[in-house]
């Protein structure tokens, strides 16, 4: 058999199950947004529900590509943290089946993935982009729906504009209606004014047929004014019609007609990988070619040899010129001559024409730009499946949470930095600053060792993304520290023995000023000799053993005064009142930084300070219960 295990169809059926509904929700956000851009070109338009359809499904088809791997990312996120929140990851581990082995079916279905991606890319892809991109260009053209407003002029119909006061929408009257037409110029406008009139299409919907009633209508007449009267200002004839009822056709294509997809031949959104580097080879040996001639062209035309008279060589001579250039014969030349000259190599015809083949050359290698972006894309987004897979499952093993909380706010977060580092590339190899290679590839490069990363961390149990590892971190750093609690014991089997008990106390009294006296606590240490420390303070630790040998046998007291005491005993910091790290090469490279040096100079006297009064207050805090336990001592 192929050697599929039970764990294996769990892990995608688990899988798969959260891979299509992410997938779904991923494509319809997309085509929203797709939508979105297009929604002046659609709304009043229309169109048919068949069209419509069409226009949605080809879009659906485009953007497959671009929500395989938000999908991907998100499910496996899904997947493997609903797997540790149950357990069922740590239950694995237990089991001896590592992480990687236990991914390994869906790192076979996100290759799958991939290969999907680069199908809809390379072969589903071209076909949907040529025939969404006919059908925009196609709506765009359409006319737009005959909805002419109240109190307002409807400019939607080529050369007229109406204008209609008032509608009664139950029997499709009009009321006070104007009409201008400007088909034969704004000079020569008509107008129509009518008290009423009624409104229809023709049956093939190429005609908007107007009953008009009561009115009278305009018309300029300049066209057809002849002569002009010297001393006076012309006279611009007109004509005046007054009418009961008029009947009045205007040309409204309202019916949707496909236009022809050849425009689409040359965009390089409806070719395949192999037709894309066929073109790229093409425009590149025509940039070849044509730059050679252009290049023998203007060594020909700049270089050209000039012809010198006998009068301009003795000149030449006479002058005693060691070499002659063109330079110096133009230098001999009177004003006036060396005026012509310049004006002739200087002609605004060759600058236009040398421009315009210049410009030729550039849109030409435009297109090989665009076209090798489009061909580095179809690989890049097909491997994005896969980038995001090894992104998304070990996160998912290392969070392990479930659900659409915390998953789909890093989803989103991965995925806004991919996007804002592609499109960056993407951009900066459309104007010239990277190749197309660097340009396309950089959001890989970059991901994928994100992906090894979290995926070997994620093996070793890493705590990598573990909110109470950093917060315990940045407590130890910072020194923070959590103040001693004490609570009563409802059942004590071993009451404190008291008089030994304040015999030790007395003993770690002396015993911390001894050491405040002995370390110089109080004042500022030695910038070298703090930063050249060896080994931990033991006897630091020692007095903190003692203290909390004292503070354990004293919580099995019943006494509650006494145990409010107790709390008063400080957690005392080990190792940082005495060098920075506990690793000698950190605390020398530290020491010779010297911006960082002070910070953590002045870090360390700070806990220095800290411990002065800590032992202090161990003191103090020693008395106090000394005196509270004193009346069990005789008991």
């Not at 076979?108 to 991606?117: D, H, Q, R």
């Not at 209609?164 to 406008?189: C, H, P, S």
């Not at 009563?488 to 089997?493: A, D, G, H, N, R």
């Not at 002995?518 to 420390?533: A, D, K, S, V, W």
Request: hydrophobic share 45%; aromatic share 14%; with cysteine.
């Amino acid at each position: 058999m192929l050697g599929i295990k039970k764990l294996d169809i769990f892990i995608v059926r688990s899988f798969s199950l959260l891979f299509v509904a992410t997938f779904f929700i991923c494509l319809f956000i997309y085509i929203m947004q797709f939508l979105w851009r297009y929604i002046d070109d659609l709304v009043g338009k229309g169109l048919s529900m068949q069209v419509l359809g069409q226009f949605f499904w080809y879009a659906a088809l485009t953007l497959v590509p671009m929500s395989l791997p938000l999908a991907i990312l998100l499910a496996a996120l899904m997947t493997f943290g609903n797997l540790g929140e149950r357990f069922e990851l740590l239950a694995m581990k237990a089991a001896g089946v590592s992480l990687l082995r236990t991914m390994a079916p869906l790192i076979v279905a996100s290759i799958m993935f991939g290969g999907i991606s680069f199908y809809f890319q390379n072969v589903a892809g071209p076909y949907a982009q040529t025939k969404l991109w006919t059908l925009l260009f196609s709506m765009k053209q359409k006319s737009p729906e005959l909805d002419i407003p109240e109190g307002q002029f409807y400019t939607q119909i080529p050369g007229y504009n109406l204008y209609v006061q008032k509608k009664n929408k139950l029997t499709g009257e009009l009321y006070n209606v104007m009409i201008y037409n400007f088909t034969d110029g704004f000079e020569n406008a008509h107008i129509i004014v009518a008290d009423s009139a009624k409104m229809e299409m023709t049956a093939d919907k190429k005609y908007l047929r107007l009953h008009l009633y009561g009115g009278e209508q305009f018309e300029n007449l300049r066209a057809q004014s002849t002569g002009v009267t010297i001393g006076k200002p012309q006279d611009t004839p007109y004509r005046r019609e007054t009418f009961d009822q008029k009947h009045v056709i205007i040309e409204f294509n309202a019916n949707f007609n496909m236009v022809d997809g050849g425009f689409m031949n040359d965009q390089y959104q409806s070719k395949n990988m192999k037709q894309l580097q066929s073109n790229i080879d093409s425009m590149h040996t025509q940039v070849d070619s044509v730059g050679r001639n252009l290049y023998k062209e203007a060594i020909a035309t700049t270089y050209s040899p000039i012809a010198l008279t006998r009068a301009d060589t003795l000149k030449a001579l006479h002058s005693r010129v060691k070499a002659i250039s063109v330079d110096s014969v133009i230098e001999l030349k009177p004003k006036s001559e060396k005026r012509r000259i310049y004006d002739e190599a200087t002609q605004v015809s060759g600058q236009q024409d040398w421009q315009f083949k210049g410009m030729t050359e550039a849109d030409t290698q435009d297109r090989i730009n665009r076209y090798t972006m489009e061909w580095h894309r179809r690989i890049t987004l097909s491997l994005a499946c896969v980038v995001f897979f090894f992104i998304g499952a070990p996160l998912g093993g290392i969070i392990r949470k479930g659900g659409l909380g915390m998953p789909v706010v890093i989803s989103v977060l991965f995925f806004i930095f991919y996007y804002v580092v592609d499109t960056a590339g993407y951009k900066a190899s459309k104007t010239y600053v990277w190749s197309p290679f660097w340009g396309l590839w950089i959001s890989t490069f970059i991901l994928a060792p994100i992906g090894v990363f979290l995926t070997y961390k994620s093996n070793k149990d890493s705590v990598i993304l573990n909110a109470d590892a950093y917060r315990k971190w940045l407590g130890i750093f910072f020194g923070f520290r959590d103040s001693r609690k004490m609570f009563m014991k409802e059942v004590v089997i071993e009451e404190p023995e008291y008089a030994r008990l304040t015999d030790e106390m007395t003993i770690l009294s002396h015993e911390c000023e001894a050491y405040v006296h002995q370390t110089r606590l109080g004042h500022f240490p030695n910038y070298i000799h703090l930063f050249m420390m060896k080994g931990h303070d033991k006897e630091l630790m020692e007095l903190n053993n003692q203290m909390e040998s004292i503070v354990d046998e004293l919580s099995n007291c019943r006494n509650a005064k006494v145990l409010d005491a107790v709390e008063k005993f400080p957690i005392l910091s080990m190792w940082a009142h005495r060098s920075p790290w506990r690793r000698e090469w950190m605390n020398i490279t530290t020491g010779v930084l010297l911006p960082l040096g002070i910070f953590f100079y002045i870090r360390s006297c700070g806990f220095r300070f800290r411990l002065y009064r800590d032992l202090k207050q161990i003191v103090k805090t020693c008395g106090e219960v000394q005196e509270r336990t004193s009346k069990y001592i005789n008991q």
